[in-house]
């Protein structure tokens, strides 16, 4: 007992300050204890107990200060009584502290001389982008000039990029951290009218049924999960998980009562449209809700009198693919054998018995005559496999079942990162080469424009890009070729010298990088940018977002920002001031950001204009305002309610009141989003060629035993990587990347639980040149091919096997985004013809053992279990 | 008083083990709380002979105060910190280190794991002092140290932070 580890208590009079989590969409609230190094005082003892990952101590004002950050003991709204994730549980440890490893911060911008990196000022890093900016604009045009962002790391961020790259410069070279385009991501939810967010948590917590497709919230949204999805106002509730792996989450519903459909990757369309059969064949759909609900013949066609050119699925396709009303869609379901219990259990894996009780336990009225209240989430292991079909026809099922504008009675996303994303501007699509069919322009893939060479200057804000994306090998060696394989590189770090040589290297048909980020990001800044500009992130500046149920808080500055790291929105108004638009960029801080953005964010799920207008009444700043309101924040969108404001809970509700008469009403409150307000019922037919051609492409080779090699989301670590790997226990606790194998495919591979592997694809395709489509198949996998626009390249990363029961046979899975080990790699870059979105779940590979890893046979290493041992 | 170094203890080994320290809460002022904290010395406790445990049967005992339950195992394979002949024997408190629930009864003899917890599923693997497996405590869970002498297992002190009492059950 001679040593003493203390984590102090704050004395009496320690500052509160409320804030909510940096990381995962549920957005939990958090409330952070400051007091000065050395302050005497009586301990405040009502203060929550704190373990030591709790505490660090940071710059405040220049002066060392304690901060304890505590899930906030009074949280209401999000995380009732302060309830928690490993990884809110630790935010403290991601605060800039010199003595812990946080101190590999970025502290000051850093450009690449004769390859190494060396410190500049923020003058001679802006004067270098302006200059080598100004030229490519000029000769190369403002196609040439692309930016990859986060799409959720703060209004006031996200604001200020999309004003610069979308509006002031106007490029359609922009993509967000999630996709290669800037595209919609579950657009068959769009599509159908449904808002992803529309949901509040108090929904997911009063269904009596919840089917969960290509998620498991105890993984990637904890708090959702155990708060609400557990509990809520029916904790007995039953869940369906469509999942090829049986986590926690999966095991837990099944102990219960609730299914696992572990569903062959890419087939959700099939089971959606069996279960959704079983429903209709029996006439357990909601029929009442779809008279009142679903749009008829007239309102499908309908569309401010520019007919049905003006719907997106008709820009997405031809004629008559998608569109449907009640009638048309259940002889479509009906009527195609494929739907039948029997060749949906042999095409998607998942017992008939068990399609045939999942429709049950969604549909069938109870003997007194009541419905089971039966709610839709989704998330990426759904969209991101099959995009536009398994979204399109999830919404359909939930539709059918009566979902979609009722509490406990929704349809909608669980959610990846919080919403942070206020667009300055629409997508200057008009500009993008890309187009569908005959039809409309669509987004620009912004990798595949990289691998032709035609991007010669590129800005990143926080995100990996190359990890993130489909074929990462692939758009690494592309990177690597335009950066530091051209003969032209910075030779002097003064302005003229190192724009000239850069301003060389995009006329000679490479590419100038830069990478705004908090940490080095491995391998995109460290090995390959030519700048690199250091943010300051949460806690170090006042920034706004809505979390997963549109509840919009403002997270407080509480700590200073490392050396010179400055929020984006500052940086991209220094650059575009030096770019000629300092009249559209004259901000004097963020809170001018978000009062701006306030009026692009009108009609939209997020929008909080009447906040800033009721600030303004009460002669206070927006930021202020929300200030006021703490960790439970108010829910988007924001309606003024006589001398107030109010919040809304759930979208598309039409007993939602809003409004007083006259003001700007928002039609999403109380209406699906379409035309008519009535929901969209999409057919979604499995034999799609846009869908199937690349489908059947892609199965895994029997003949190189290869697998299905999906990729998703650790719980410990998810969205908090890039922190975790500096936090002492959650960088112990777990390996750097895990495979997950079904214990028989591992055995054939004489594979045991951590042993190190090489998963391998040596046929990733990835699509290439400027294909146009013209007529309707040409955007198909097979007419891409046959007109040499498939490329194939291989791809390979390695992880520790982990022999997991629970995953489906002939299924591996990785996890997403890992330093170091790119699960994306055997993936391919081949985007969804309907929607420019890459089908990231559908990868495939050889899987090898190499050897033993450290961890294998160490007993002070991190588990190996599988991870559903309920 | 107190600077926050990194923890002393940088690899794994010494991190999951991090000896012979304890844990405090501390005010300014003073200390005004102390919790059952790393590699804590405390007086010994008879708690079984190796004899009478049968593999996979939980054994419970309080350790080191009363209400502080803990649980004894023979897991059947060596485990970290294990005792007897296999190294197999261990003992781990039983209370979860995310928010406090209790675990008892959650053994899963077979498969070496304690948990999911019943309030938010957290587990732990026994063979390996106690990590998370997956969940959300923020600390692997305390671990008995135990020695034999003869056949009488006693336990000498704890391993870990113990959450205290008064923390609440979300």
Same mark, same amino acid.
């Given at each position: 007992?001679?040593?003493?580890?203390?984590?102090?208590?704050?004395?009496?009079?320690?500052?509160?300050?409320?804030?909510a989590c940096?990381y995962c969409v549920v957005g939990c609230s958090y409330?952070?204890?400051?007091?000065?190094?050395?302050?005497?005082?009586?301990?405040?003892?009502?203060?929550?107990?704190?373990?030591?990952?709790?505490?660090?101590?940071?710059?405040?004002?220049?002066?060392?200060?304690?901060?304890?950050?505590?899930p906030d003991?009074?949280a209401?709204a999000v995380n009732p009584k302060g309830n928690h994730s490993m990884r809110g549980g630790?935010?403290?440890?991601?605060?800039?502290?010199?003595?812990?490893?946080?101190?590999?911060?970025?502290?000051?911008?850093?450009?690449?001389?004769?390859?190494?990196?060396?410190?500049?000022?923020?003058?001679?890093?802006?004067?270098?982008?302006?200059?080598?900016?100004?030229?490519?604009?000029?000769?190369?045009?403002?196609?040439?000039?692309?930016?990859?962002?986060?799409?959720?790391?703060?209004?006031?961020?996200?604001?200020?990029?999309?004003?610069?790259?979308?509006?002031?410069?106007?490029?359609?070279?922009?993509?967000?951290?999630?996709?290669?385009?800037?595209?919609?991501?579950?657009?068959?939810?769009?599509?159908?009218?449904?808002?992803?967010?529309?949901?509040?948590y108090?929904?997911w917590g009063?269904?009596?049924?919840?089917?969960?497709?290509?998620?498991?919230p105890f993984e990637t949204k904890s708090t959702l999960f155990t708060s609400w999805i557990m509990r809520g106002?029916?904790?007995?509730?039953?869940?369906?998980?469509?999942?090829?792996?049986?986590?926690?989450?999966?095991?837990?519903?099944?102990?219960?009562?609730?299914?696992?459909?572990?569903?062959?990757?890419?087939?959700?369309?099939?089971?959606?449209?069996?279960?959704?059969?079983?429903?209709?064949?029996?006439?357990?759909?909601?029929?009442?809700?779809?008279?009142?609900?679903?749009?008829?013949?007239?309102?499908?066609?309908?569309?401010?009198?520019?007919?049905?050119?003006?719907?997106?699925?008709?820009?997405?396709?031809?004629?008559?693919?998608?569109?449907?009303?009640?009638?048309?869609?259940?002889?479509?379901?009906?009527?195609?054998?494929?739907?039948?219990?029997?060749?949906?259990?042999?095409?998607?894996?998942?017992?008939?018995?068990?399609?045939?009780?999942?429709?049950?336990?969604?549909?069938?009225?109870?003997?007194?005559?009541?419905?089971?209240?039966?709610?839709?989430?989704?998330?990426?292991?759904?969209?991101?496999?099959?995009?536009?079909?398994?979204?399109?026809?999830?919404?359909?099922?939930?539709?059918?079942?009566?979902?979609?504008?009722?509490?406990?009675?929704?349809?909608?996303?669980g959610g990846?990162?919080?919403?942070?994303?206020?667009?300055?501007?629409?997508?200057?699509?008009?500009?993008?080469?890309?187009?569908?069919?005959?039809?409309?322009?669509?987004?620009?893939?912004?990798?595949?424009?990289?691998?032709?060479?035609?991007?010669?200057?590129?800005?990143?804000?926080?995100?990996?890009?190359?990890?993130?994306?489909?074929?990462?090998?692939?758009?690494?060696?592309?990177?690597?070729?335009?950066?530091?394989?051209?003969?032209?590189?910075?030779?002097?770090?003064?302005?003229?010298?190192?724009?000239?040589?850069?301003?060389?290297?995009?006329?000679?048909?490479?590419?100038?990088?830069?990478?705004?980020?908090?940490?080095?990001?491995?391998?995109?800044?460290?090995?390959?940018?030519?700048?690199?500009?250091?943010?300051?992130?949460?806690?170090?500046?006042?920034?706004?977002?809505?979390n997963g149920e549109?509840?919009?808080?403002?997270?407080?500055?509480?700590?200073?920002?490392?050396?010179?790291?400055?929020?984006?929105?500052?940086?991209?108004?220094?650059?575009?001031?030096?770019?000629?638009?300092?009249?559209?960029?004259?901000?004097?801080?963020?809170?001018?950001?978000?009062?701006?953005?306030?009026?692009?964010?009108?009609?939209?799920?997020?929008?909080?204009?009447?906040?800033?207008?009721?600030?303004?009444?009460?002669?206070?700043?927006?930021?202020?305002?929300?200030?006021?309101?703490?960790?439970?924040?108010?829910?988007?969108?924001?309606?003024?309610?006589?001398?107030?404001?109010?919040?809304?809970?759930?979208?598309?509700?039409?007993?939602?009141?809003?409004?007083?008469?006259?003001?700007?009403?928002?039609?999403?409150?109380?209406?699906?989003?379409?035309?008519?307000?009535?929901?969209?019922?999409?057919?979604?037919?499995?034999?799609?060629?846009?869908?199937?051609?690349?489908?059947?492409?892609?199965?895994?080779?029997?003949?190189?035993?290869?697998?299905?090699?999906?990729?998703?989301?650790?719980n410990?670590?998810?969205?908090?990587?890039?922190?975790?790997?500096?936090?002492?226990?959650?960088?112990?606790?777990?390996?750097?990347?895990?495979?997950?194998?079904?214990?028989?495919?591992?055995?054939?591979?004489?594979?045991?639980?951590?042993?190190?592997?090489?998963?391998?694809?040596?046929?990733?395709?990835?699509?290439?040149?400027?294909?146009?489509?013209?007529?309707?198949?040409?955007?198909?996998?097979?007419?891409?091919?046959?007109?040499?626009?498939?490329?194939?390249?291989?791809?390979?990363?390695?992880?520790?096997?982990?022999?997991?029961?629970?995953?489906?046979?002939?299924?591996?899975?990785?996890?997403?985004?890992?330093?170091?080990?790119?699960?994306?790699?055997?993936?391919?870059?081949?985007?969804?013809?309907?929607?420019?979105?890459?089908?990231?779940?559908?990868?495939?590979?050889?899987?090898?053992?190499?050897?033993?890893?450290?961890?294998?046979?160490?007993?002070?290493?991190?588990?190996?279990?599988?991870?559903?041992?309920? | 008083?107190?600077?926050?170094?990194?923890?002393?203890?940088?690899?794994?080994?010494?991190?999951?083990?991090?000896?012979?320290?304890?844990?405090?809460?501390?005010?300014?002022?003073?200390?005004?709380?102390?919790?059952?904290?790393?590699?804590?010395?405390?007086?010994?406790?008879?708690?079984?002979?190796?004899?009478?445990?049968?593999?996979?049967?939980?054994?419970?005992?309080?350790?080191?105060?009363?209400?502080?339950?803990?649980?004894?195992?023979? @897991?059947?394979?060596?485990?970290?910190?294990? #005792? !007897?002949? $296999?190294?197999? +024997? &261990?003992?781990?408190?039983? /209370?979860?280190?995310h928010l406090?629930?209790?675990?008892?009864?959650?053994?899963?003899?077979?498969?070496?794991?304690?948990?999911?917890?019943?309030?938010h599923l957290?587990?732990?693997?026994?063979?390996?002092?106690?990590?998370?497996?997956?969940g959300h405590?923020?600390?692997?869970?305390?671990?008995?140290?135990?020695? @034999?002498?003869?056949?009488?297992?006693?336990? #000498? !002190?704890? $391993?870990?932070? +113990? &959450?205290?009492?008064?923390? /609440?059950?979300v």
């Amino acid at each position: 007992m001679s040593e003493i580890q203390p984590v102090p208590l704050p004395p009496q009079g320690a500052e509160e300050i409320s804030t909510a989590c940096d990381y995962c969409v549920v957005g939990c609230s958090y409330r952070v204890w400051r007091w000065k190094v050395g302050a005497g005082g009586t301990a405040n003892t009502a203060v929550p107990w704190a373990n030591p990952s709790q505490h660090n101590i940071v710059q405040w004002q220049g002066e060392p200060h304690h901060v304890l950050v505590l899930p906030d003991p009074q949280a209401k709204a999000v995380n009732p009584k302060g309830n928690h994730s490993m990884r809110g549980g630790t935010l403290a440890q991601k605060c800039y502290n010199p003595e812990n490893k946080t101190r590999e911060r970025l502290t000051t911008p850093l450009l690449r001389v004769k390859g190494e990196l060396q410190p500049v000022s923020w003058d001679t890093a802006l004067d270098i982008m302006a200059a080598v900016s100004k030229h490519v604009l000029k000769k190369h045009g403002e196609h040439a000039w692309g930016v990859k962002a986060y799409s959720y790391q703060y209004f006031e961020n996200t604001y200020a990029i999309t004003k610069l790259a979308l509006d002031a410069i106007g490029t359609p070279a922009f993509a967000p951290h999630d996709k290669c385009a800037n595209s919609n991501d579950a657009a068959g939810l769009d599509d159908a009218g449904l808002e992803a967010f529309a949901p509040a948590y108090e929904d997911w917590g009063a269904c009596d049924v919840l089917f969960l497709s290509g998620t498991d919230p105890f993984e990637t949204k904890s708090t959702l999960f155990t708060s609400w999805i557990m509990r809520g106002e029916t904790p007995d509730k039953t869940l369906i998980f469509a999942t090829p792996h049986r986590s926690m989450g999966v095991a837990w519903a099944e102990k219960r009562g609730g299914l696992w459909l572990p569903v062959i990757p890419g087939t959700d369309t099939l089971l959606h449209n069996a279960i959704a059969r079983v429903i209709v064949e029996r006439g357990w759909q909601d029929q009442a809700f779809i008279e009142r609900w679903v749009a008829k013949r007239w309102e499908v066609d309908q569309g401010y009198g520019r007919g049905t050119r003006n719907t997106p699925w008709q820009w997405r396709t031809t004629w008559g693919t998608w569109q449907s009303d009640w009638e048309d869609f259940r002889r479509f379901l009906l009527s195609r054998d494929e739907h039948r219990l029997e060749d949906a259990a042999r095409i998607t894996g998942v017992p008939a018995a068990l399609i045939e009780r999942a429709a049950e336990l969604l549909a069938r009225p109870r003997a007194d005559g009541t419905r089971p209240k039966s709610s839709f989430m989704l998330e990426k292991g759904n969209y991101w496999s099959n995009n536009y079909m398994n979204s399109a026809s999830f919404a359909a099922l939930g539709l059918v079942c009566g979902a979609g504008n009722r509490k406990g009675q929704v349809i909608g996303r669980g959610g990846g990162h919080q919403r942070g994303m206020i667009s300055a501007s629409g997508n200057p699509d008009w500009l993008s080469p890309e187009k569908h069919p005959g039809r409309r322009k669509k987004p620009l893939n912004l990798d595949r424009w990289l691998m032709d060479g035609q991007l010669r200057f590129a800005w990143v804000f926080g995100t990996t890009w190359i990890g993130a994306m489909a074929a990462s090998d692939e758009l690494e060696r592309h990177i690597a070729r335009l950066t530091r394989g051209s003969p032209h590189q910075p030779q002097q770090a003064t302005v003229a010298a190192a724009a000239a040589a850069l301003i060389a290297r995009a006329d000679s048909g490479g590419m100038v990088l830069v990478d705004s980020d908090i940490y080095p990001v491995e391998p995109l800044g460290t090995r390959y940018a030519d700048l690199i500009l250091p943010a300051a992130t949460w806690g170090e500046a006042d920034f706004t977002r809505c979390n997963g149920e549109r509840r919009l808080r403002l997270y407080n500055r509480f700590c200073d920002a490392p050396g010179q790291a400055q929020p984006d929105w500052w940086a991209v108004q220094a650059f575009a001031r030096r770019m000629g638009f300092a009249d559209k960029f004259a901000w004097r801080d963020g809170n001018d950001v978000f009062e701006e953005a306030a009026r692009h964010s009108r009609g939209t799920p997020y929008d909080y204009h009447e906040l800033v207008e009721q600030a303004r009444r009460e002669k206070v700043t927006g930021h202020e305002y929300l200030r006021r309101l703490g960790g439970d924040g108010i829910q988007t969108p924001v309606w003024r309610q006589g001398n107030a404001i109010a919040g809304t809970v759930r979208l598309h509700d039409p007993l939602t009141r809003q409004g007083e008469p006259g003001a700007f009403r928002n039609k999403l409150l109380n209406a699906f989003n379409t035309h008519s307000g009535k929901a969209m019922l999409l057919k979604t037919p499995w034999n799609f060629p846009g869908w199937s051609e690349f489908y059947a492409a892609v199965q895994p080779r029997l003949e190189k035993q290869e697998l299905w090699i999906t990729n998703g989301r650790i719980n410990e670590v998810w969205q908090s990587g890039f922190d975790d790997i500096r936090k002492p226990y959650t960088a112990a606790r777990g390996l750097p990347q895990m495979l997950f194998m079904n214990p028989e495919d591992a055995r054939q591979r004489g594979i045991e639980s951590g042993d190190r592997v090489r998963v391998s694809n040596d046929t990733v395709y990835v699509q290439t040149g400027l294909p146009l489509g013209v007529t309707e198949h040409e955007m198909n996998f097979n007419s891409l091919l046959a007109a040499g626009h498939i490329g194939i390249t291989q791809g390979s990363f390695e992880a520790v096997a982990v022999l997991d029961p629970g995953m489906r046979p002939g299924v591996a899975k990785a996890g997403f985004n890992a330093r170091g080990s790119h699960a994306n790699a055997v993936s391919h870059a081949v985007p969804d013809p309907m929607t420019n979105n890459y089908r990231y779940k559908l990868g495939r590979g050889r899987v090898e053992r190499l050897d033993a890893s450290a961890e294998k046979n160490d007993l002070n290493g991190p588990s190996l279990k599988p991870r559903g041992l309920a | 008083m107190h600077t926050h170094d990194e923890p002393a203890c940088q690899s794994r080994r010494d991190f999951l083990l991090c000896g012979g320290k304890l844990l405090m809460l501390a005010a300014a002022s003073g200390i005004t709380e102390a919790v059952w904290a790393q590699r804590a010395g405390h007086a010994p406790l008879a708690v079984a002979r190796l004899s009478a445990l049968k593999p996979g049967e939980p054994h419970y005992f309080d350790y080191p105060r009363a209400g502080d339950l803990n649980m004894l195992v023979k @897991l059947g394979v060596a485990a970290g910190g294990g #005792i !007897g002949p $296999q190294a197999d +024997v &261990v003992a781990f408190s039983m /209370r979860c280190t995310h928010l406090g629930a209790k675990l008892q009864d959650t053994l899963q003899a077979g498969i070496q794991v304690l948990g999911p917890c019943p309030r938010h599923l957290t587990t732990f693997d026994l063979c390996r002092y106690g990590v998370v497996i997956t969940g959300h405590a923020t600390a692997s869970l305390p671990q008995v140290v135990l020695e @034999l002498d003869g056949d009488q297992i006693r336990a #000498i !002190g704890m $391993q870990g932070l +113990v &959450v205290p009492d008064r923390i /609440r059950h979300v």
